[in-house]
């Protein structure tokens, strides 16, 4: 149900308010409008983006953004090494992928840390009641069932097929024969949780609350934290070639995105409208998303220079499980400078 015209007319008067002290981070407008394809995951990870345009300071700073929604961030990557999209808003794992076959996409701003957390359904659940030993419980599970647990995760190299990965062989030290990982994209991970047909999944929000209100039965195992500790998520990347010649653009996205971090903090019930207009479809609402945005899988950071020891422990592991050939360098990968500039406003 959405908010009623008076409620969100005062929420958007306190946003004013709570915004005014980050309101200078936004830079300059451009000298001539800019147009910024971005190619973004559905995720409330993504969500600075989502507000930053829908509260018109892309616009305002002279950017005309479009965007193309994909389904995971190695499917991304493609539409970035053919020139068909500037901006890459998804998990930082493909990124490093990419790099290695010679495409210069550079992170520019965090959006969001530990998103990813795993669900078990109605049928594996039971299985973890009382905080029994997680490998316990697929092991139980598999003995009872006559079948190891299916779970449902993006495809390999994606951030969220990584994280599942880790938690299930490093952190819960599950026997590989109790568990099989099944990658799909994000709908079909939600969709296949829904219907029973998949035994858990790595999700992130707005999942994790939508399943969760539309199956009670649904219960979140492992937080992200848990998962993999300081768990990179998604970021703002942009290609090279574009950051080469529009440096000022660059700078006033990540104003922007910095800005709007600060709102999804601040104030959620604003910044649910525009984050409910790119995510709803028609199938949710902004309460909802709200409650999605305020949620043990919702930590948002605008700071890329806070994730890069993180990149770094995932990738290795990303090299330990075959989805790189070997490790890549980072150094051209952050480039922290617009984030340095635009805080220092």
């Known amino acids: 149900m959405r908010l009623p015209v008076l409620a969100i007319c005062l929420s958007a008067f306190a946003g004013l308010l709570a915004a005014g002290p980050v309101a200078a981070q936004t830079a300059a407008p451009v000298a001539a409008p800019v147009a910024l394809r971005v190619g973004v995951i559905p995720v409330v990870g993504a969500a600075p983006i989502f507000v930053a345009n829908g509260e018109g300071w892309l616009k305002a700073a002279g950017l005309t953004p479009t965007f193309t929604t ?38 520019v701003a965090a959006t969001a840390i530990e998103e990813m957390v795993f669900v078990a359904g109605p049928k594996l659940a039971p299985y973890f009641a009382g905080g029994v030993d997680k490998a316990e419980a697929f092991r139980q599970f598999k003995a009872k069932e006559g079948r190891s647990a299916r779970l449902a995760t993006q ?35 939600q969709q296949a949780m829904l219907a029973g047909a ?10 994790l609350t939508i399943v969760q209100m539309r199956n009670p039965g649904i219960t979140l195992i492992a937080t992200g934290g848990e998962m993999f500790p ?116």
Do not use: C, H
């Open 70 to 107: 994909f389904e995971s961030g190695p499917n991304m990557i493609q539409a970035l090494a053919s020139g068909t999209i500037d901006v890459y808003v998804a998990g930082v794992a493909p990124l490093a992928v990419a790099r290695t076959k010679g495409i210069d996409v550079r992170v």
């Open 230 to 345: 300081d768990q990179p998520g998604t970021v703002v990347a942009v290609s090279g070639a574009f950051a080469d010649k529009n440096p000022a653009a660059v700078e006033s996205l990540v104003a922007s995105v910095i800005r709007a971090t600060a709102l999804l903090k601040s104030d959620p019930a604003r910044a649910a409208i525009p984050v409910e207009a790119a995510l709803g479809k028609g199938i949710t609402d902004v309460a909802t998303i709200q409650k999605a945005l305020t949620s043990p899988a919702a930590k948002f950071t605008a700071d890329p220079r806070a994730i890069v020891a993180a990149t770094k422990a995932m990738q290795a592991y990303q090299v330990s499980i075959g989805a790189l050939d070997k490790d890549v360098p980072l150094d051209g990968l952050f480039d922290a400078r617009y984030y340095e500039k635009a805080t220092a406003q």
């Open 155 to 189: 495809p390999l190299g994606s951030v969220p097929n990584t994280t599942l990965q880790y938690w299930l062989w490093q952190v819960a030290k599950t026997d590989k024969a109790n568990a099989d990982v099944v990658a799909m994209g994000i709908d079909a991970t």
């Open 198 to 207: 998949v035994d858990g999944a790595s999700i992130r929000e707005p999942a």
